[in-house]
């Protein structure tokens, strides 16, 4: 958010970046302060319970997610649609003039009925009141 260009494009990866600085910080104050009183624990445990085991979890979580979702877009083309297969403006301004163009095609043959039904209907009325 800082610059216009990231330097992590990977939303995952970016997303450990947080995660492994709030471990670094926890780590360093679990080091730099005693341990509770009546605690029986080593500075070596507190750091492989309480930072390391947490620290994997979510990074084999987000490699997880990362890898699942790069096998969802090889799988499913349907998902990005839009930037895989979009079609060119000019096949779609052409499928536009064709329809126009059909559409057109349709009104002149509904055109050319109505004038011959009209033209009949005119001859017959011209052709009773001569009679």
């Not at 992590?8 to 679990?30: F, K, M, S």
């Not at 979702?69 to 779609?92: A, C, L, R, V, Y």
């Amino acid at each position: 958010m800082l610059t216009v260009r990231p330097f992590i494009t990977n939303r995952y990866i970016a997303a450990l970046l947080p995660v492994y600085g709030v471990a670094l910080t926890h780590a360093y104050v679990i080091v730099s302060s005693p341990p509770p009183q009546g605690a029986d624990m080593t500075i070596e445990y507190a750091l492989l319970v309480f930072i390391t085991l947490p620290v994997v979890i979510v990074t084999l979580g987000a490699v997880y997610f990362m890898w699942n979702s790069k096998g969802k877009q090889d799988d499913d083309p349907d998902e990005n649609t839009f930037d895989n297969t979009s079609e060119p403006s000019e096949t779609i301004s052409d499928k536009l003039t064709d329809q126009k163009t059909d559409t057109q095609s349709v009104v002149d043959l509904v055109t050319e009925d109505k004038k011959a039904n009209y033209k009949d209907k005119e001859h017959n009325t011209n052709s009773n009141e001569k009679t």
